[in-house]
């Protein structure tokens, strides 16, 4: 579906996904998911197109991060619901598959290797995308380990130095502010060259030169890479200013979709963020 | 002019020997132990081969609990398995030395990654209670003669005097060729582990250590990478217990009890997780310890009995007061003192 148009569907903001979920990079269908008489995502249908921004929004507890742990596949959907890939079906495949098959995603809790530094940190999810073999790694330099792991190295110090994380490479997390472990949490996941980034609120507790440092990286990526990404953000300024689609959730269903512009000024998106009718 | 050492390229970044004081360390320390069973006594010599023997299987120990976090109570196991393995291949195959390695190796594998199956599932202290089944298990198995003396070929065995590395050829018997044996078993599995250590896999390894969830979903395999990590760890200890039979010429089930697994505990918290070289340490520490505590204790109390437990508890309490992370972390520190000395920082 590249080069699809991201434009308004006739269906408005209260319509359905602008396109099949199927033939999307990033999909799904009919996803549901409670825990026992909880409800957290109920009916979810959603079809990102390749190289779009696309933020999630909504209230605590609207279910953004359900959905997302359900998109990359640590939360299975109930019955019925579907997640696509890259147009293909991953309902079925565990995380890890997922990640390998090109989704990559940041933590809101980080959720870093806290002992490691932050080279090592993203060397270990380099390596994901490597899949080093057993006797490669043990005959090191007689059966290709260290020309593999140099070439990890190189292209790993290449993403901490877009990120300007030279300087921190060998530091250990505990020992670094958070807005830098937010940034090795972003070089984490682009250790694995995703198609898609899911960010799960990246740019929570940051100052504002912080943020600003952020959005700067997010936007290069997008800009210069193409990269797909699903962001979810509170921040409604910095959603509106560099999201291309926003989807608005309200206890776990969508309640709107649709551009920043649009969305923002719905009644009901509006009644949903002020409290007020 | 550069004031310090820098490296140059990523090959010389992953060296194993990376500083100017490891270069002075190796050229100093690589003949000591060529030399020592030429002038040490058979008995110094005797307790060496051990430390190489055990190094091996505290080396397995490492890869499966420093690497990838699980906490397994079956060192017992796995050398017995290795050890009465390599024994019916010696006396009953007469494939030779290494080819019974090499089978108790994989034997002891199979049988580590099939009781760290239930690590798909859980985690922590859930499989440290599996493994520990295993210990009792296989101790068990090997006291049983009716029942599984066809699988184990006999509760009690003996080795040959001597035995050839392959079939009956280069045979290896007296105390001083055993010793060169298993230092050579024991550089060749440090080197794998450090080279292990450095790549990828051992990176898997330490993410699910941490956190497993977030290693999960930035792609890593839990299931597969934690059976690999038994399956390592147990080839290693199973080829330590084939070579421990070597050893001591003669096994039975109680050489493999509970006592020995929490020995290599001992040996590794002492040495310091983490690194080949804390378990060389630890192994090397605890074993000269052993050595003279022993003897020195039978002659200040020659009618006291079980003084040499209580006193490694005590040293064991105090190295996790002092430093927890073992004597390797504490060297490390003397190492930086005196290479900012005189200065504080």
């Keep these: ?277 | 002019m550069p004031c310090g050492e820098y490296f140059t390229s990523y090959e010389e970044r992953m060296g194993l020997i990376r500083w100017r004081i490891e270069r002075v360390a190796l050229v100093l320390g690589l003949p000591i132990p060529l030399i020592a069973p030429f002038v040490l006594t058979g008995e110094l010599v005797s307790v060496f081969t051990l430390v190489f023997i055990f190094g091996i299987a505290v080396l397995g120990l490492h890869v499966m609990l420093s690497y990838a976090g699980e906490i397994v109570l079956a060192q017992g196991a796995f050398m017995a398995i290795g050890a009465y393995t390599a024994s019916r291949i010696v006396n009953e195959a007469g494939l030779g030395l290494l080819p019974a390695m090499l089978i108790a190796g994989l034997m002891t594998a199979s049988v580590a990654t099939a009781f760290g199956l239930p690590a798909g599932r859980v985690k922590g202290f859930y499989v440290a209670i599996s493994t520990l089944a295993l210990q009792f298990i296989a101790v068990q198995f090997f006291f049983r003669r009716g029942e599984f003396e066809a699988i184990h070929g006999g509760t009690q065995q003996s080795m040959p005097g001597e035995i050839g590395l392959v079939g009956d050829a280069l045979a290896i018997g007296s105390a001083n060729e055993e010793y060169f044996f298993a230092l050579l078993m024991l550089v060749v599995f440090a080197l794998l582990t450090m080279n292990l250590s450095r790549t990828g896999i051992a990176r898997m390894f330490r993410a699910l250590h941490e956190n497993d969830l977030s290693a999960q979903v930035l792609g890593v395999n839990r299931f597969r990478n934690k059976l690999l990590a038994y399956a390592i760890g147990g080839f290693m200890v199973g080829v330590a217990g084939a070579l421990y039979t070597i050893y001591i010429g003669f096994i039975t089930p109680e050489f493999f009890s509970i006592d020995i697994t929490l020995l290599h505990y001992m040996m590794l918290l002492l040495g310091g997780m983490g690194r080949v070289w804390g378990v060389i340490l630890g192994v090397t520490t605890v074993e000269l310890l052993n050595h003279y505590i022993l003897q020195t204790l039978i002659d200040i109390f020659p009618e006291g009995t079980s003084l040499e437990p209580m006193f490694f508890g005590v040293i064991i309490i105090v190295v996790l007061i002092v430093e927890p992370k073992g004597l390797m972390a504490a060297l490390g520190q003397l190492k930086e003192y005196l290479r900012k000395w005189p200065y504080a920082y």
């Excluded at chain 1, 260290?146 to 990890?152: A, L, P, T, Y």
């Excluded at chain 1, 936007?219 to 953000?233: C, N, Y």
Aim: charged residues 25%; aromatic residues 6%.
């Design chain 1, 1 to 277: 579906m590249s080069g699809q148009s991201v434009s308004q569907s006739s269906a408005g903001i209260r319509g359905g996904p602008q396109f099949p979920p199927e033939e999307a990079v990033l999909g799904c269908r009919n996803v549901t998911k409670t825990f026992g008489a909880i409800t957290a995502v109920d009916d979810v249908s959603l079809a990102i197109d390749e190289g779009e921004w696309v933020s999630i929004v909504g209230p605590n507890g609207a279910g953004k991060t359900t959905l997302l742990n359900v998109l990359n596949g640590f939360y299975d959907p109930d019955t019925g619901g579907e997640i696509f890939l890259n147009g293909e079906n991953v309902t079925s495949d565990p995380s890890y598959k997922r990640a390998r098959k090109g989704l990559g995603r940041t933590f809101q809790g980080l959720e870093l290797f806290e002992e490691e530094d932050v080279l090592e940190n993203v060397m270990t999810v380099r390596a994901v995308k490597e899949r080093p073999n057993l006797l490669s790694a043990l005959l090191f330099y007689v059966a290709g380990g260290r020309k593999v792991e140099v070439e990890n190295m190189r292209r790993v110090e290449e993403i901490l130095d877009y990120l300007e994380l030279w300087e921190y490479r060998h530091s250990t997390i505990g020992s670094l502010p958070l807005g830098i472990q937010r940034r090795v949490d972003l070089a984490r996941s682009l250790a694995l060259e995703p198609d898609v980034l899911l960010l799960d609120e990246a740019m929570s507790g940051l100052t504002f030169d912080e943020k600003y440092d952020m959005v700067r990286f997010l936007a290069d990526l997008h800009e210069k890479e193409g990269m797909t990404m699903v962001m979810i953000e509170h921040d409604l300024e910095v959603v509106t200013d560099v999201s291309e689609r926003m989807v608005v959730l309200d206890q776990g269903a969508i309640i709107a979709r649709g551009r920043p512009e649009a969305v923002v000024d719905d009644p009901e998106v509006q009644r949903i963020y002020t409290g007020v009718e």
